[in-house]
């Protein structure tokens, strides 16, 4: 065995072969995985039939290829416009604001919401360079102009970002005429949507108030 001379980032065996190496540094830049998941993660699929690894593969690959965004709402879809964008029993005249597509997989485990989304792919973050011209708002006005939406909720996450995005927005809205709200407080604060429980968020959801002048 070579003197262990050299360590990369993922903290991975420097005598680890360069497939093997080079997977793990793929998995280390998926969020919530560490070096030592990184690891974990490469040496179950090194020991996992390769019919099997490669239909996980192959999953990968087609999700990029058929997957693309909603024209409308600009969530994550195979079909454009989505399957809720062109559901005729949704109450079209609510349209639901969120950062994540993830959000609206919690918002629909409620059952509590009919109405439409608008995925804004982000929030507002002058620390990491984020402003609203990096988000989808401007196709948000663009459905506002054109369609007969009677409320716009939003449902940003309850941290610094959501706040400040709920903010901008309910400035950018509230002159159109349209009633503006923001989820009820009681989502743990700090924390994302897709983490709240079902009871939690719908709560939140019926408890929603008009943004203030
Ligand atoms: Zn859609």
């Known amino acids: 065995m070579n003197e262990p001379t050299r360590s990369t980032s993922s903290g991975q065996a420097p005598s680890a072969a360069a497939p093997v190496a080079r997977l793990i540094e793929e998995f280390h830049k998926l969020p919530g995985i560490g070096p030592k998941s990184a690891q974990r993660l490469t040496y179950y699929l090194l020991r996992m039939p390769p019919a099997e690894a490669r239909a996980l593969a192959q999953a990968i690959l087609e999700m990029k290829e058929k997957i693309t965004f909603c024209s409308p709402c600009q969530n994550v879809t195979d079909v454009d416009p989505c ?51 990096d988000l989808k708002v401007a196709e948000l006005l663009g459905r506002l102009k054109s369609n007969d939406v009677h409320e716009v909720i939003l449902a940003t996450n309850p941290n610094l970002e959501g706040e ?24 743990p604060a700090g924390g994302d949507l897709e983490y709240a429980d079902d009871v939690t968020l719908t709560r939140a959801l019926e408890g929603r108030q008009e943004v203030g002048a």
């Open 83 to 133: 399957r809720i964008c062109t559901d005729d029993q949704r109450d079209r005249e609510t349209i639901c604001v969120v950062e994540e597509p993830l959000d609206i997989l919690a918002l629909e485990r409620t059952r509590a919401y009919r109405g439409l989304y608008h995925v804004l792919h982000g929030a507002i973050s002058p620390m990491d360079g984020i402003g609203p011209e």
């Open 164 to 187: 400040a995005t709920a903010m901008y927005l309910g400035r950018l809205l509230r002159p159109l005429g349209l009633r503006v709200t923001r989820l009820a407080r009681g989502l």
